[in-house]
């Protein structure tokens, strides 16, 4: 189980049993969205930090190996904050091409794609898409679930998710009817367990 302590700032390791195994100070100030990722024998971290907006990869013992900046689009240009909430990976483990994706969701709204070196690839805002316009993307998921990934956007303040293909060309929407303020998600077998705030745990099937 990894954690992060905002006031250290730390990142804890327990075990399963929550005994401290190990723990290391942060790059970051407030690793808002955290997630494990697998490239052939080692796990590494990415860490999104909504304070001072980078969004850092590390070993799992705080050895930084990779820095991805803020996209350089023209909404920032303009002045737009960047305020990172969450971070997933493509990961090659499940077939993808490590390309990671951010969400900037207490920013300017937007998810940022990047490859694997961190290069910018493209942003998106919900504009393209059926739905309409993100307000506080939060939590993101590279969904492996089905036969063809997808990516999963916790559109925290219209309360629902929306659903791309990795390119970033919106599918569909859904749990407007249902969900109050999604903000991360974990997928458990064929269900998916949406965290929403005020201590709310959402779970939806495959479907």
Not at 23 to 40: D, F, L, R, Y
Not at 155 to 161: E, M, P
Not at 180 to 192: I, M, N, R
């Amino acid at each position: 189980v990894i954690s992060f302590h905002q006031a250290d700032p730390t990142v804890l390791v327990f075990d399963e049993e929550g005994d401290l195994e190990n723990s290391w100070t942060a790059t970051v100030q407030n690793a808002h969205g955290m997630e494990i990722v697998k490239e052939g024998n080692t796990e590494y971290l990415f860490l999104a930090d909504n304070t001072t907006g980078g969004v850092v990869k590390t070993t799992l013992d705080g050895e930084v190996v990779l820095n991805i900046e803020r996209a350089d689009i023209q909404v920032y240009a303009e002045g737009g904050k960047y305020s990172p909430t969450g971070v997933a990976v493509n990961q090659e483990r499940h077939g993808g091409n490590g390309d990671v994706y951010v969400t900037d969701g207490y920013g300017s709204s937007y998810v940022h794609r990047y490859n694997k070196d961190g290069e910018h690839i493209s942003s998106f805002n919900g504009e393209e898409g059926e739905a309409g316009r993100f307000d506080c993307p939060h939590g993101v998921l590279v969904d492996t679930r089905k036969s063809e990934p997808e990516l999963y956007v916790a559109d925290r303040g219209n309360g629902r998710v929306q659903v791309y293909d990795l390119d970033g060309a919106f599918k569909r929407a859904f749990g407007s009817d249902f969900f109050t303020t999604p903000s991360a998600f974990a997928a458990y077998g064929d269900d998916l367990i949406v965290a929403e705030l005020e201590a709310r745990l959402t779970v939806v099937d495959i479907d």
